[in-house]
């Protein structure tokens, strides 16, 4: 039997809708969330991924501060730039859409931006509160996909989680949050140096794959029955395709579909998760300032 398809977009959509009640009761108070969105150079996809912030933020009653910067930007013309943002008390929260280009060194931005208006959760700070169960901005991916298994009703206590890649953006903090107690699930984190991959993916009840490899999960790496979550967004050139490109994620969706009993889609699976993750962090931000 083949896979239920676990719909991303819907979900996104109920927890971008409930974000705008939130937000109305938020403007009541004469309070608007404000979300300054930096971009700098002209990555087609991080355009792509921006773009679709800024409307979901407006969707939910949000403001956003749209900053688009040219690729020759300088370390230091950025760290002004945040430190205004900063200091701006219109403003929640703070986004710079990673990858940022070689020149800036990516850390340096990350712990520039103030604690309280880190929403992407990357700001060590938030990293360490998050390691130790305290309050925090939770990554929106990662966020993400823990809000998709709870909506689909899939339980998480006891299962065998293995998560293929080590980034801090996704791979590092799911491990970390998967093995709280509320989710309590035994974590396998796999990298690159990582032997005998599909030994380990075929142990897994929820395999989560987020290398950033195009279709690297196949059909025989599943355990059946297996829950698949797929967070890569790779866009392959397709000259059939009026964009150039077709995405494809990280798992071999035909195969795979076969032998999970769930399965995440790209498009439409994780990455629109992301983006309602970031404006549930956003109200949070902007109630969290009211209460300071
Ligand atoms: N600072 N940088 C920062 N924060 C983030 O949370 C991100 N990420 C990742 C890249 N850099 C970042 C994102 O926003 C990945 N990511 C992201 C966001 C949205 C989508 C995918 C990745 C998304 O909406 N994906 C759609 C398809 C979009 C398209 O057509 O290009 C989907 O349905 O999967």
Redesign the pocket.
Known sequence: MAAQIIDGFSIAQNVRAGVGEKVKELQAQGVIPCLAVVLVGENP?SI??VT?KEKALAEAGMKSLDIRLPEQTTEEELLQRIDTLNKDSSVHGI????PLPQHIDEDRIITAIKPEKDV?GFHPVNVGNMMIGKKSFLP??PHGVLVLLKTMGIETKGKHVVIVGRSN?VGKPLGILFTRREYNATVTICHTGTKDLSYHTKQADILVAAAGSPGMITADMVKPGAVVIDVG?NRIPDASKKSGFR?CGDVDFEGVKEVASHITP????V??M??AM?VFNTLEAAVASIKA
Do not use: E, H, N
């Not at 790209?266 to 699976?269: F, L």
């Open positions: 996809a792509s991924y679709g986004l710079v859409q990673l992407d929106c991916t953006i967004v995405l790209v498009p439409k699976g990455g629109p992301t983006i970031l």
